[in-house]
């Protein structure tokens, strides 16, 4: 009995470990020394699709290579046998349709004898997580290319982009040359030869004119935006009151308004504190937001602006219309640059039609100047419809005092070359106060047509003398006594920088007057101009009365110099 007894505890025993290797999800098989199989797992058994005593009869010989160095079963099994271990992954084949990738563990069995009585393997198949390894580094090999291929796009958008900014720039510097000729001309025209030509001209010539200006402020706007794209826009900044600000905006808008019966209401805080910030670009801000709400009421309505200061420390204002209304999902690409939606485009009132829109650009530059000066703006609307007129309000916030460094700052000179002077033109003649003697002005510039209109405006006052080269420039500006002189910044050959610190190098030309012509008016250059000896700045286009008025000053203020104390 008690054999019978132990019998059935080692029967149990070997019960409770079968249980255990059949519950092990791994293939496990137990062979002898040799290779030959004595027992297989019942997932071994799944894997070869064979019942364990069929495979008794079999080996593992034939079925085993090593992935990485081509082993077979005597390297593996001599490698157990002497080393008591072997752990690498395989390739096994289970039956003739199925072959695996596998990691094989093997460890030998010591007997009592102590000779290796058994092998045990066991199989992990890692196929499915080598596909998904595999996978894995596929998409991580896409994700590379693609990474590599959005640097590459992103280099080729900014070069795109920096493409477009220097096209903009450069497109309008060529078209504002000959609008200068444009400009000049009709405003020639319709200030002195009214009488010299028939109504009908004469109103052909106005509204040249008025094509001539609205295609300036385009060229200003487009220079504007790539300022802004760029990072360029700068302030020439000073403590100036808003509200005034806005109010002369609004004046100028009087007219539109009035013809159309919209009045505009100003709702503004008292005591507002002064703001530092950019008097020019602000009014750009308050005109854009002002004839936007304009033009998209109705007529007989109702435009106001408010101004606040909010939390002691910034301006809030809002420019609020009862027009047509801004849909939500446009509400924040408005303020990007050429954008427009599509239906105010078709917008019209009784007065005013608004056939092909402006340019889409006015909003992204108001943007461009808000953050430029530290503020925010965003639009507030329900939607848009053109029947109930929901209407639109603009907000905008800027610091009362709004850090601009330095660096930032637009020279003074080009905010005196901006000065519109009303009462210049007339003044010509009173520059010289001997006409039998005329004074000279030497015109040292290849642009035909910026010489002609300074014949034009300077000629009954001045002999005008031109070079069109630096060479001859410089020759006619030694010999010939000149009382002022007018330099173009780009010049084939010498061009105006080396000219003007030639000429100020020089005792004949040290005093003369200077004034540099250019289409650009980018900071550097500006500066540029001033720092080899320049006087002053005229840009191009300008209109026979900027250039009269920037004449007349320079001669004054040289004339004062020269007066004894
Ligand atoms: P644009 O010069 O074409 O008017 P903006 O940049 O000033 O360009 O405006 C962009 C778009 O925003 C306009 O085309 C118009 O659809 C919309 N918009 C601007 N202001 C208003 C407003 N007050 N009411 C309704 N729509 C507006």
């Given at each position: 009995m008690p054999n019978s007894y132990s019998m059935t505890a080692r029967d149990s025993q070997r019960d409770l470990y079968r249980q255990i290797?059949?519950?092990?999800d791994d293939c496990v098989i137990v062979t002898a020394p040799s290779g030959l199989i004595r027992e297989v797992n019942a997932a071994a058994a799944r894997r070869f699709g064979a019942a364990e005593n069929t495979l008794r009869t079999t080996s593992v010989e034939g079925r085993v290579e090593a992935v990485d160095d081509g082993r077979g079963w005597p390297e593996i099994r001599r490698e157990i046998l002497g080393g008591g271990?072997?752990?690498?992954?395989?390739?096994?084949?289970?039956?003739?349709?199925?072959?695996?990738?596998?990691?094989?563990?093997?460890?030998?069995?010591?007997?009592?004898?102590?000779?290796?009585?058994?092998?045990?393997?066991?199989?992990?198949?890692?196929?499915?997580?080598?596909?998904v390894m595999i996978e894995l580094e596929q998409k991580n090999l896409e994700m590379a290319r693609m990474n590599s291929e959005l640097v590459r796009t992103n280099a080729e958008l900014k070069r795109v982009s920096e493409l477009k900014s220097n096209f903009l720039s450069i497109a309008s510097h060529e078209l504002k040359t000959p609008l200068t000729s444009i400009k000049g001309y009709s405003e020639i025209i319709i200030e002195n030869m009214k009488d010299a030509?028939?109504?009908?001209?004469?109103?052909?010539?106005?509204?040249?004119?008025?094509?001539?200006?609205?295609?300036?402020?385009?060229?200003?706007?487009?220079?504007?935006?790539?300022?802004?794209?760029?990072?360029?826009?700068?302030?020439?900044?000073?403590?100036?009151?808003?509200?005034?600000?806005?109010?002369?905006?609004?004046?100028?808008?009087?007219?539109?308004?009035?013809?159309?019966?919209?009045?505009?209401?100003?709702?503004?805080?008292?005591?507002?504190?002064?703001?530092?910030?950019?008097?020019?670009?602000?009014?750009?801000?308050?005109?854009?937001?002002?004839?936007?709400?304009?033009?998209?009421?109705?007529?007989?309505?109702?435009?106001?602006?408010?101004?606040?200061?909010?939390?002691?420390?910034?301006?809030?204002?809002?420019?609020?219309?009862?027009?047509?209304?801004?849909?939500?999902?446009?509400?924040?690409?408005?303020?990007?640059?050429?954008?427009?939606?599509?239906?105010?485009?078709?917008?019209?009132?009784?007065?005013?039609?608004?056939?092909?829109?402006?340019?889409?650009?006015?909003?992204?530059?108001?943007?461009?100047?808000?953050?430029?000066?530290?503020?925010?703006?965003?639009?507030?609307?329900?939607?848009?419809?053109?029947?109930?007129?929901?209407?639109?309000?603009?907000?905008?916030?800027?610091?009362?005092?709004?850090?601009?460094?330095?660096?930032?700052?637009?020279?003074?000179?080009?905010?005196l070359s901006t000065i519109q002077d009303q009462e210049a033109a007339g003044r010509a003649a009173q520059l010289n106060e001997h006409p039998d003697i005329k004074p000279t002005i030497l015109i040292i510039d290849d642009d035909r047509e910026a010489i002609e209109i300074c014949k034009m405006v300077l000629g009954a006052a001045f002999d005008i003398l031109v070079a069109e080269s630096g060479e001859n420039g410089l020759r006619m500006a030694f010999t010939r006594n000149p009382a002022l002189i007018l330099l173009d910044l780009y010049m084939p050959g010498l061009d105006g920088i080396r000219i003007c610190r030639l000429l100020r190098s020089q005792d004949e030309t040290r005093d003369v007057p200077i004034a540099f012509f250019s289409a650009g008016t980018q900071s550097d250059e500006v500066q540029q101009c001033f720092a080899s000896g320049a006087d002053d700045f005229i840009v191009k286009p300008f209109s026979g009365k900027e250039l009269i008025d920037k004449i007349w000053r320079l001669l004054m203020k040289k004339k004062e110099t020269e007066m004894p104390p």
């Open positions: 290797i059949d519950a092990i271990s072997y752990r690498g992954r395989v390739h096994f084949r289970f039956n003739n349709a199925d072959e695996s990738y596998c990691t094989l563990t093997g460890h030998r069995i010591i007997g009592d004898r102590d000779e290796a009585e058994a092998i045990v393997l066991t199989l992990r198949d890692i196929a499915e997580s080598q596909k030509v028939n109504a009908s001209v004469f109103r052909m010539i106005e509204s040249i004119a008025r094509a001539a200006d609205r295609l300036h402020k385009v060229i200003n706007n487009m220079l504007d935006v790539t300022r802004i794209e760029q990072k360029r826009l700068r302030l020439n900044p000073e403590q100036m009151d808003l509200a005034v600000a806005a109010r002369e905006c609004i004046e100028e808008l009087g007219q539109f308004s009035t013809k159309r019966n919209i009045r505009i209401l100003c709702d503004f805080d008292e005591n507002l504190p002064k703001f530092y910030g950019d008097r020019m670009r602000m009014q750009q801000v308050f005109t854009n937001l002002l004839s936007n709400a304009l033009k998209y009421s109705p007529d007989n309505s109702e435009v106001r602006i408010r101004m606040f200061i909010e939390g002691g420390e910034r301006f809030h204002v809002i420019v609020i219309d009862k027009g047509i209304g801004i849909d939500k999902s446009e509400q924040t690409r408005i303020f990007d640059p050429f954008y427009e939606v599509g239906n105010a485009l078709r917008h019209s009132t009784d007065f005013a039609k608004f056939m092909g829109g402006g340019t889409g650009l006015g909003l992204s530059i108001v943007k461009g100047i808000i953050e430029r000066h530290g503020g925010r703006i965003w639009v507030y609307s329900t939607g848009m419809d053109e029947q109930t007129f929901p209407g639109s309000e603009f907000h905008f916030v800027v610091p009362v005092q709004p850090k601009i460094s330095w660096d930032d700052n637009e020279t003074r000179s080009i905010s």
